[in-house]
């Protein structure tokens, strides 16, 4: 597909993106693929601008080309894939059942509690 721009660069850009994003969705198209279409049209927009695409349209494209990463739902994809893209939700969800890194810097290994004694702690302990 041969793309053309004309006066409205912006909404021009943001028009074919969106026709890539109805064509992925209804084709299933696959990574590569998504990938060489969002470089020609990244190559023609600067051909007839003169400048790269703005921010926002490139955050669109790499959300297309991303699409099955982050449409991945496992919760074990760390496991099975060697650096994969994690969800806010997903990160929300790890975080969540990660210990708080200042238990790190105060248990020891033993269990014993190595925290710099203070009021409030001995309070806790008696």
């Given at each position: 597909m041969t793309y053309t721009f004309t006066n409205n660069y912006n909404e021009e850009l943001a028009q074919y993106i969106d026709e890539l994003f109805s064509k992925d969705k209804s084709d299933k198209l696959l990574r590569q693929e998504r990938l060489d279409a969002s470089d020609r049209l990244i190559e023609s927009y600067v051909k007839?601008?003169?400048?790269?695409?703005?921010?926002a349209q490139l955050g669109r494209l790499a959300t297309l080309i991303l699409r099955d990463e982050l449409a991945d739902k496992n919760e074990h994809k760390i496991r099975h894939n060697e650096r994969p893209i994690m969800s806010n939700r997903q990160v929300g969800r790890r975080q969540d059942n990660e210990m708080p890194s200042v238990w790190y810097r105060e248990i020891g290994v033993d269990g014993g509690n190595y925290r710099e004694p203070t009021r409030e702690n001995l309070r806790k302990l008696r």
């Open positions: 007839h601008t003169g400048s790269r695409p703005p921010s």
